[in-house]
């Protein structure tokens, strides 16, 4: 990424830059009704960002909240209306929503990109599209109002993922100081983001370069975006390259090297990524195949009696291995070394849907219009219960970035993360603190990750 080049006069900043390089936007998981980005424009000229401020003046020095969207690090961009700033910065921030790029063309790693770099690396540009819009806010924010002192960092799956690795990269140092991470953390490899090195990550580029016909660098440039696109391979995620990534997340927050910042970190009840589930028997094959002496344990809290329990099994396995554990992890490690509070959530809500057939419960994603209080951006049948968590959530996150303390009056309390109680807030038609769920779970999890270690 480069800084922009300057222009003379006033430039009109009305409508959305376009999105990344991507294939074209289809409904996003479970959202049958919506696209992770407007269906036009898409393009390599997409490095741009978004502002809403309510500020009168640049002495107004408001909190900042920067907004990272999810999409698995292959799709997505900031023109989504789920992502709009406007009631956000009614409540009294500055928020910037960012595009960076995806798939090969945010993580493609390359042995001649490696050696032209100057760095001694490659891929993880998506990370330093990210960096230097945080820089971009470091240096510009104030025009709008904003306090570059105070700067909270938040995302959702893989932007939420991506708040993570932020908080692991000495690039990112004094960048931000707050991090809010909505599903999604890397402190374990999991077969959602299996680990990677810089060679391994260098090969997979040559591969996708020979697959094009491509041998060199400069043949794989010669190439039309729309080539490499189709193609759907390389690097499509954040990797320990020995720059962005000195090392892997865990390293950073066991050695002290992380951005030390206060963290809300969560995960929703039905945040799963598969699909069909297997029946009992198959899944019981499953579970002893890949766990071996922990076959028994696994059994005992992802119980497969019937085909139905098997399935629930199943789906909460997904949640608790894609996100839920990242999420613990992350509560544990911080508050272990004694670093800044960590305020876990658990999202419960199932949204309101017009259908028996689009009723998906607390899904993957579903947290996002009621965090930045965007109900109304959604066709759903919502209820006075759903603008109310819309309001309390959006609330804790305000006064989370505006102190790294989401508390506030009128809100039910919400104490950081104690590995004594193991208390997580339960976001719900009643929002209460309570025993974090799965907690059993989790520990097996925990157990299984520290175990392979």
Not at 114 to 141: C, F, H, K, P
Request: net charge negative; hydrophobic share 40%.
């Amino acid at each position: 990424p480069q800084p922009v080049e300057a222009w003379e006069g006033t430039r009109e900043c009305t409508d959305f830059g376009p999105s990344p390089m991507q294939a074209a936007p289809a409904p996003f998981m479970f959202w049958s009704e919506e696209f992770l980005i407007p269906k036009a424009p898409i393009g390599e000229d997409c490095l741009y960002l978004n502002v809403w401020t309510r500020a009168e003046k640049e002495a107004d020095q408001l909190p900042v909240l920067v907004y990272i969207y999810g999409g698995g690090f292959r799709s997505g961009g900031s023109g989504c209306a789920i992502y709009d700033g406007s009631a956000m910065a009614g409540k009294g921030v500055v928020f910037v929503s960012l595009n960076y790029r995806v798939g090969a063309f945010g993580f493609l790693a390359h042995p001649e990109l490696t050696a032209e770099s100057g760095y001694g690396s490659s891929g993880n540009y998506a990370i330093l599209d990210m960096v230097a819009a945080l820089e971009w806010v470091q240096r510009n924010i104030e025009r709008f109002g904003g306090d570059p002192g105070n700067v909270t960092i938040a995302g959702q799956s893989a932007g939420s993922f991506a708040v993570n690795f932020l908080t692991a990269s000495p690039l990112a140092k004094g960048l931000f100081h707050r991090a809010i991470a909505q599903s999604g953390a890397s402190f374990v490899s999991s077969p959602l983001r299996p680990e990677m090195t810089l060679e391994d990550a260098e090969q997979l580029g040559v591969a996708f370069g020979e697959s094009l016909g491509a041998v060199s660098l400069a043949e794989l440039r010669a190439l039309p975006a729309d080539s490499i696109l189709r193609a759907r391979g390389g690097m499509s995620a954040p990797f320990v390259d020995g720059h962005v990534l000195p090392g892997s997340v865990m390293e950073a927050y066991q050695q002290g090297h992380q951005n030390d910042v206060p963290v809300i970190a969560g995960w929703n009840k039905d945040d799963r990524l598969m699909g069909r589930a297997q029946p009992a028997d198959r899944f019981r094959e499953q579970v002893q195949s890949r766990f071996g002496d922990l076959a028994e344990e696994c059994l005992a809290v992802y119980p497969a009696g019937t085909d139905e329990e098997a399935a629930r099994s199943q789906f909460n396995m997904s949640r608790d291995e894609s996100f839920g554990i990242q999420g613990y992890m992350w509560a544990k490690v911080q508050t272990a070394a004694a670093k800044s509070p960590v305020f876990l959530y658990n999202f419960h809500r199932e949204l309101p849907a017009h259908t028996p057939e689009t009723q998906f419960g607390a899904f993957h994603t579903g947290e996002v219009v009621y965090a930045y209080d965007n109900l109304h951006t959604l066709d759903r049948p919502w209820e006075a219960v759903d603008q109310e968590i819309a309001g309390l959530m959006s609330s804790y996150w305000v006064n989370f970035a505006r102190s790294g303390d989401p508390n506030g009056p009128g809100l039910p309390q919400w104490k950081a993360y104690n590995p004594e109680h193991e208390q997580a807030m339960i976001l719900d038609t009643l929002s209460t603190l309570q025993t974090l769920p799965a907690l059993d779970q989790l520990q097996f999890w925990e157990k299984y990750y520290t175990a392979e270690e």
